[in-house]
């Protein structure tokens, strides 16, 4: 059976990027494309999720996906609570689907969760009530589906087509949720050449299964590329040291204008945050002219509307 989408193919939870169909991918991207006005309006709000109630459950920190997923579900004119799980009943043992039952007793709509534990959203998603959708906001290592789609929003919109692209997962790949759902959804819109390029202690073995060209010489991985996204070092995640230092890691794998220069001229730089700059990133590179970092966390809102829309069953600015 398949958890995200009804017997009519339309969307029932967002928990993964991986297995859903282009036509739905295309679908959402069109339908934020269709949201981008309304954050220019005097009045930022359409009438569409009026009277629903969104219940945003991040137990792992969070800046952008928090945020956007809040000012997304006010502009659709929902009534959002974020839960503050730090002083929330979970300090008591309280257990997560018992969390849930709670807040669904309080006639939630939606679910949007953040964990430390690949599957929990899914847990959470083959639990609730038929008429409750739950949209994964980053699971362990496993998935990020609304940061990879706001990804994909970004690349259209600067690059306009997939299928003439070169693009470069450049990082720690082995502990990316994000990089995961980026694979993905580059794979399926039909991008021809996705390379990934890192240490061998920090991209997954048989990641070529995916898909994917891997590269452990950043130099000859950013040769000709299009688009160049770059990933945190995820310290949070590793177990025992991957690498020697963050100095050394920065002078092979930090994106400089040198290596910068190794892409394509009009290649963009992407970035899904937090940021380290001189660890990951330089930041001549990460505040200059083919940066579009910040335009993602913008997309993001936009994106992050079509999503919630289309599992509440209308989709139209
Ligand atoms: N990209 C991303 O998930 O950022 P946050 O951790 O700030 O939400």
């Given at each position: 059976?398949?958890?995200?989408?009804?017997?009519?193919?339309?969307?029932?939870?967002?928990l993964?990027?991986?297995?859903?169909?282009?036509?739905?991918?295309?679908?959402?991207?069109?339908?934020?494309?269709?949201?981008?006005?309304?954050?220019?309006?005097e009045?930022?709000k359409?009438?569409?999720?009026?009277?629903?109630?969104?219940?945003?459950?991040?137990?792992?920190?969070?800046?952008?996906?928090?945020?956007?997923?809040?000012?997304?579900?006010?502009?659709?004119?929902?009534?959002?609570?974020?839960?503050?799980?730090?002083?929330?009943?979970?300090?008591?043992?309280?257990?997560?689907?018992?969390?849930?039952?709670n807040?669904?007793?309080?006639?939630?709509?939606?679910?949007?969760?953040?964990?430390?534990?690949?599957?929990a959203?899914?847990?959470?998603?083959?639990?609730?009530?038929?008429h409750?959708?739950?949209?994964?906001?980053?699971?362990?290592?496993?998935?990020?589906?609304?940061?990879?789609?706001l990804?994909?929003?970004?690349?259209?919109?600067?690059?306009?087509?997939?299928?003439?692209?070169?693009?470069?997962?450049?990082?720690?790949?082995?502990?990316?949720?994000?990089?995961?759902?980026?694979?993905?959804?580059?794979?399926?819109?039909?991008?021809?050449?996705?390379?990934?390029?890192?240490?061998?202690?920090?991209?997954?073995?048989?990641?070529?299964?995916?898909?994917?060209?891997?590269?452990?010489?950043?130099?000859?991985?950013?040769?000709?590329?299009?688009v160049?996204?770059?990933?945190?070092?995820?310290?949070?995640?590793?177990?025992?040291?991957?690498?020697?230092?963050?100095?050394?890691?920065?002078?092979?794998?930090?994106?400089?204008?040198?290596?910068?220069?190794?892409?394509?001229?009009?290649?963009i730089?992407?970035?899904?945050g937090?940021?380290?700059?001189?660890?990951?990133?330089?930041?001549?590179?990460?505040?200059?002219p083919?940066?579009?970092?910040?335009?993602?966390?913008?997309?993001?809102?936009?994106?992050r509307?079509?999503?919630?829309?289309?599992?509440?069953?209308?989709?139209?600015?």
């Open positions: 059976m398949n958890l995200q989408l009804t017997e009519d193919g339309r969307l029932r939870h967002l993964t990027l991986d297995g859903l169909p282009r036509a739905i991918l295309t679908q959402i991207l069109d339908t934020a494309e269709s949201f981008m006005d309304v954050g220019e309006r009045v930022k359409v009438p569409l999720l009026r009277g629903k109630s969104i219940f945003n459950l991040f137990f792992e920190p969070s800046t952008r996906t928090r945020t956007t997923f809040e000012i997304a579900a006010k502009r659709l004119s929902a009534d959002v609570v974020n839960l503050n799980i730090a002083t929330s009943s979970q300090t008591k043992g309280e257990a997560i689907l018992d969390t849930v039952d807040l669904a007793a309080m006639h939630a709509d939606m679910f949007i969760v953040r964990h430390a534990q690949s599957g959203a899914h847990f959470i998603a083959r639990h609730v009530a038929p409750i959708s739950v949209i994964n906001a980053g699971d362990g290592r496993h998935a990020h589906p609304t940061q990879g789609l990804d994909m929003f970004t690349i259209r919109r600067f690059k306009g087509e997939f299928h003439n692209l070169t693009v470069a997962i450049v990082g720690d790949v082995l502990h990316s949720r994000v990089a995961r759902s980026q694979i993905h959804a580059l794979t399926t819109l039909g991008v021809p050449e996705v390379r990934v390029i890192g240490p061998k202690t920090l991209l997954p073995t048989g990641v070529e299964q995916m898909g994917v060209k891997v590269f452990h010489n950043m130099e000859a991985g950013l040769a000709g590329c299009d160049i996204i770059m990933l945190r070092l995820q310290n949070e995640r590793m177990k025992g040291a991957l690498l020697p230092s963050a100095q050394e890691y920065f002078k092979f794998f930090g994106l400089t204008p040198e290596k910068l220069a190794l892409a394509r001229p009009d290649a730089v992407m970035h899904p937090p940021m380290n700059r001189g660890v990951e990133i330089d930041s001549e590179v990460a505040d200059g083919q940066s579009v970092i910040l335009p993602q966390v913008t997309y993001g809102i936009a994106v509307m079509a999503v919630m829309a289309m599992l509440a069953g209308g989709a139209t600015a």
